[in-house]
């Protein structure tokens, strides 16, 4: 033990008096902070700079024009992407983006196509719609990365080019919903104004005719009944001319609301082509998968989230659509209608088997199993059953649906045309029997004559009359039509906002990290430790001279005397490095004391390995420290998840010190959980016990076997 001391207070003595030996020694301290440090502020905020990346964009949208209205979405792209400064957007002309993209001027380049506009709403003009196309191009050769941020700048525009869409149809027909709505509610009152004469008039019918009857039945009394027809006569008369008029107006304004129901069916069937092509997708997607080994699990697993999410966003609008039309269904009880709900209800439950059994696969790889082939094809088979429901819904929806919904919304005009026939048949009518009760004045045979003119006459306009004042009765006596204006009122911008985006995520960031750099501090940290221990037993040596006085000093002395000069020199490492990352470099740690014993804990462990490594074996143990490191860096976990490497660096990641010392410094910069933090620190425990063993027990005879070969390979003149 006294030679252990003895050996490291001469190695302190020998640093201190030796001016450049102490300069070496503190060049050797600070040297591998650098390293670190410059690495960390390099990565500090990489995405923060996007706007630097030069994406070529072109148009040559050509525009559309439909029901009378201009429209170039290209244009439109162009200027939002002027506002965008996520990315260094560059308007150029089709010949320059291709050649700046080929000669690395662009990273990528995005091309709006000339029918772009003219496909964007073929859905509305045509019978089959065709998918407005952006080009992407991009030059893979430059840079690793730069190509994956463009890709999802352009997968971000689809998107919004997307929600536009469906927002801006939406908010369309959903406003003349409204509108109609509106105009409905407005005119109730005249509506119903107009039910309650004619139900009067109805009721009044029977005096009418008992009337009739009286003067017809005796001459004597004739005189009298004639005088109290008159009075009836005029009465109504004039309330037919007063409801007519109304009569009229109400029906130009029903006819107008009429006619805009007519723009619900495109919005209908655009949800249904924008989940079939959700669907298309997933079944794309899918099919892509069969291409991946098995052993992939990790592409195979992100392809089926991305394909569940699809299928989530499908059943989300058929849920949607499906509650819509019982709600309206309801009210109308239309068979055509609650067939197509049945058929909508038969989509959403073979998507939501789909969604099942994609999740199950999720399921099977996380753990840990393989998804095979034939699972992936029943998959791609329940895609494309989802996929001709849906066709078939498309195909018929012209010809069968969209009629039953506004033939069943104009049965209003209906009674509306009927009413106002009723009441200009009755006009025609009054004038007749008012001219036969003036002829009764005349005379007992004009009179009874008359008479017989008007008791014919009589049962049909009162036919009539009751007719279709069942029809009024049964509207309003119940609450249907509020039922209707209800649903036709409500917020037309909410509710397109809604259909455009209907899915918000809400994001709960546990340990948080607020920059990138501070998130890789604890890899770049560690790797600093290991190659600063590694160029301290690169330049000094091992090897441990003998005192003047003959003291015989042996291995295990030897060991750890020069050990504990390693150790020191690493501990200081370790504090620079850990302090300089906090008041230099400003990273974020939540637990600074924890983060800088830890760092001197993780040298002290790197120091023991290292150096027993190379005391032991020498050159052969320098070049294991090499193969340790290039090993740690790809397969510590360090950069990238380690789930998203080869099998052969996954299985080789729970032996190497990097993976416990990068999770130990993870949990001081992140937020301390106990039990990972003891865990972490138990592992680099046992390779600093497994070091002390090899160096306690192996270095003396190795050391011996090992002399020959070294004294051989320096007669070589390689080495000193």
């Not at 902070?33 to 690495?39: E, G, P, Q, T, V």
């Not at 859905?123 to 893979?140: F, G, H, M, R, S």
Request: with cysteine; charged share 20%.
């Amino acid at each position: 033990m006294k030679s252990i001391f003895k050996i490291y207070k001469r190695d302190i003595r020998n640093i201190y008096t030796n001016y450049v030996a102490l300069i070496i020694i503190l060049a050797l301290t600070i040297l591998p902070s650098l390293y670190a440090w410059f690495n960390i502020k390099a990565s500090w905020d990489p995405y923060g700079n996007t706007k630097n990346l030069s994406v070529a964009v072109v148009n040559l949208d050509e525009g559309s024009e439909f029901r009378n209205v201009k429209i170039n979405v290209g244009n439109d792209m162009i200027k939002k992407l002027k506002d965008n400064q996520s990315i260094g957007w560059k308007f150029v002309s089709q010949s320059e983006a291709q050649n700046g993209v080929k000669t690395g001027k662009y990273y990528a380049s995005i091309t709006i196509t000339k029918d772009f506009s003219e496909n964007l709403i073929s859905i509305a003009k045509k019978d089959t719609p065709k998918k407005a196309e952006l080009i992407y191009a991009v030059n893979e050769k430059i840079n690793a990365i730069a190509p994956k941020i463009t890709q999802k700048g352009i997968t971000s525009l689809q998107e919004e080019i997307t929600r536009s869409f469906i927002q801006t149809c939406s908010d369309t027909v959903l406003s003349y919903i409204n509108q109609f709505g509106v105009d409905l509610e407005h005119i109730k009152p005249q509506l119903q104004g107009i039910i309650d004469i004619i139900l009067d008039i109805d009721n009044k019918m029977p005096e009418v005719g008992r009337d009739i009857d009286n003067a017809y039945a005796g001459s004597l009394v004739l005189q009298q009944y004639v005088q109290n027809v008159q009075k009836n006569v005029p009465v109504i008369s004039d309330t037919l001319n007063k409801t007519t008029d109304i009569a009229k107006t109400s029906n130009e304004v029903i006819g107008k609301a009429t006619n805009s129901l007519q723009t619900i069916s495109p919005v209908i069937k655009a949800d249904l082509a924008l989940i079939k092509s959700s669907t298309d997708t997933a079944k794309a997607l899918l099919n892509g998968a069969k291409s991946f080994e098995a052993s992939d699990s990790g592409k195979i697993r992100e392809v089926l989230a991305t394909v569940s999410s699809r299928y989530s966003d499908g059943i989300e609008r058929l849920s949607r659509g499906i509650s819509l039309l019982q709600s309206i269904n309801k009210t109308l009880n239309n068979n055509v209608i609650a067939n197509f709900i049945g058929q909508l209800q038969s989509t959403k439950n073979q998507m939501t088997n789909q969604k099942a059994y994609v999740d199950s696969m999720i399921s099977s790889i996380d753990y840990g199993k393989q998804v095979l082939p034939e699972n992936i094809d029943a998959a791609i088979d329940g895609a494309n059953k989802v996929s001709d429901l849906t066709g078939n819904m498309i195909n018929n929806f012209d010809s069968v649906t969209a009629p039953a919904i506004e033939s069943t919304m104009k049965n209003f005009a209906g009674i509306s045309n009927n009413t106002l026939q009723l009441l200009q048949n009755a006009q025609q009518n009054i004038p007749l029997v008012d001219s036969l009760l003036q002829g009764v004045k005349t005379g007992t045979d004009i009179g009874v004559k008359g008479l017989k003119e008007v008791k014919d006459k009589f049962p049909t306009v009162q036919n009539d009359i009751h007719s279709n004042a069942d029809k009024l009765r049964s509207l309003s006596g119940d609450k249907k039509f509020d039922e209707i204006v209800r649903i036709l009122k409500r917020d037309a911008k909410a509710e397109s906002d809604f259909l455009s985006d209907p899915v918000e995520i809400k994001q709960d960031r546990i340990f948080p990290i607020p920059n990138y750099g501070s998130a890789m501090a604890p890899f770049y940290t560690i790797l600093a430790l290991w190659v600063g221990a590694f160029i301290l037993l690169s330049l000094l040596s091992v090897e441990v001279k003998s005192f003047d006085d003959g003291l015989e000093i042996k291995a295990g002395d030897q060991f750890f005397g020069r050990y504990l000069t390693f150790v020191t020199i690493g501990i200081m490492q370790a504090f620079v490095v850990t302090m300089g990352n906090l008041f230099l470099l400003k990273t974020y740690v939540s637990a600074p004391f924890i983060y800088v014993l830890y760092g001197i804990y993780v040298s002290i462990i790197f120091s023991m390995i290292i150096y027993t490594l190379v005391s032991v074996f020498g050159n052969v143990g320098k070049a294991l420290v090499m193969i340790g490191l290039v090993l740690q860096v790809s397969a510590s976990g360090g950069t990238f998840p380690i789930e998203l490497t080869p099998s052969f660096f996954r299985y080789i990641n729970p032996l190497l010190p990097f993976t416990y010392a990068i999770g130990g410094m993870r949990e001081a910069v992140g937020g301390i959980l106990r039990n990972v933090l003891i865990h972490n620190m138990t592992i680099l425990s046992l390779y600093f016990i497994a070091s002390i063993l090899i160096g306690i027990f192996l270095k003396e005879k190795v050391n011996k076997i090992g002399k020959k070969f070294v004294h051989q390979f320096k007669e070589s003149g390689l080495v000193e």
